[in-house]
């Protein structure tokens, strides 16, 4: 293994699903203190963030862990090739949206909560026709939510988050190709599937 493939495996690592809907709800989370102004905002991003962390990844990972024979050999494959994981990782989230939306306050951060969901239950559905990449499908459902919130709010919103979304989107497919995981075909079809969910929260919950 060369340097560029030791380089891409920690890139990898860095954008596990878990941590990319991590690294969202922070963003969700000082655009909606930013926005609103909110007296004490630091300790309400911290306690914010501490339980999002808490109850949307690590208590996933411990569970998948524990249901793995307590062993990381294998881990990560042994967790795609699972129903419950998905099911595990569909619930934490879940959790975590139903307590933040009783606070009622943004139903874009609402439906920024949302697509973690979504995209855990896609998995469920189509594996079994297509192969679903779980970190590039959130990847693009999150770039695509960001691209809806710089055309919603371009008036006050910077481009620049959709611009480091868009980088992060493209050293994440180009890791995974240097690792040659996936073929491109195979990643760009996730991407614009990631892209779909997006489309469908925002209408989903403009209906409703």
Same mark, same amino acid.
């Given at each position: 293994?060369?340097?560029?493939?030791?380089?891409?495996?920690?890139?990898?690592?860095?954008?596990?699903?878990?941590?990319?809907?991590?690294?969202?709800?922070?963003?969700?989370?000082?655009?909606?203190?930013?926005?609103?102004?909110?007296?004490?905002?630091?300790?309400?991003?911290?306690?914010?963030?501490?339980?999002?962390?808490?109850?949307?990844?690590?208590?996933?990972?411990?569970?998948?862990?524990?249901?793995?024979?307590?062993?990381?050999?294998?881990?990560? +494959?042994?967790?795609?090739? #699972? %129903?419950?994981?998905?099911?595990?990782?569909? !619930?934490?989230? *879940? $959790?975590?949206? &139903?307590?933040?939306?009783?606070?009622?306050?943004?139903?874009?951060?609402?439906?920024?909560?949302?697509?973690?969901?979504?995209?855990?239950?896609?998995?469920?559905?189509?594996?079994?026709?297509?192969?679903?990449?779980?970190?590039?499908?959130?990847?693009?459902?999150?770039?695509?939510?960001?691209?809806?919130?710089?055309?919603?709010?371009?008036?006050?919103?910077?481009?620049?988050?959709?611009?480091?979304?868009?980088?992060?989107?493209?050293?994440?497919?180009?890791?995974?190709?240097? +690792?040659?995981?996936?073929? #491109? %075909?195979?990643?760009?079809?996730?991407?614009? !599937?990631?892209? *779909? $969910?997006?489309? &469908?929260?925002?209408?989903?919950?403009?209906?409703?």
């Amino acid at each position: 293994m060369n340097l560029e493939q030791r380089l891409a495996k920690k890139i990898t690592f860095i954008f596990n699903p878990l941590f990319i809907a991590v690294y969202a709800f922070i963003f969700y989370l000082l655009l909606m203190v930013l926005f609103n102004g909110y007296k004490d905002a630091s300790t309400i991003v911290l306690k914010s963030i501490t339980l999002y962390i808490l109850v949307s990844c690590l208590l996933p990972i411990f569970i998948i862990y524990l249901l793995n024979d307590n062993s990381f050999q294998n881990f990560e +494959q042994k967790a795609k090739d #699972s %129903n419950t994981s998905y099911i595990i990782i569909c !619930i934490s989230y *879940l $959790i975590s949206y &139903l307590y933040f939306s009783i606070l009622n306050i943004s139903i874009w951060f609402n439906m920024g909560l949302l697509i973690p969901i979504y995209v855990s239950i896609i998995p469920l559905i189509l594996r079994k026709q297509t192969t679903i990449i779980y970190e590039i499908v959130i990847m693009g459902a999150i770039t695509f939510y960001i691209f809806l919130l710089t055309l919603q709010f371009y008036y006050v919103f910077s481009i620049f988050p959709l611009l480091i979304s868009i980088f992060c989107s493209g050293l994440l497919l180009y890791s995974l190709q240097i +690792q040659n995981l996936f073929p #491109s %075909n195979q990643t760009l079809h996730n991407y614009l !599937i990631g892209c *779909l $969910i997006t489309i &469908l929260i925002v209408l989903f919950v403009l209906i409703i």
